[in-house]
């Protein structure tokens, strides 16, 4: 297992230590890590996702408001 330093602020620590005295705090650490991981990671898929969905509309003829009423109401009852 790795280990890892950093600085965070005075107050901070002082909170984490109280509110989390009888945990494993190395255990919450790598569980906050993770999850701010798997956030950034979605938030990138999130970001490739809208840019392929601009690039796609880029590449369409643009439609008038009348044809999409038109298409939404064409084989319908």
Do not use: W
């Not at 600085?7 to 919450?28: T, Y």
């Not at 044809?67 to 084989?75: F, T, V």
């Amino acid at each position: 297992m790795a280990t890892m330093n950093f600085s965070v602020p005075d107050n901070i620590k002082k909170r984490f230590n109280q509110i989390f005295a009888d945990e494993n705090k190395s255990h919450i650490i790598t569980e906050f890590m993770q999850q701010a991981i798997e956030d950034y990671e979605k938030q990138q898929r999130r970001i490739h996702a809208i840019d392929a969905l601009l690039k796609l509309r880029a590449k369409q003829k643009p439609v008038t408001n009348r044809m999409i009423q038109l298409a939404r109401h064409k084989g319908r009852p």
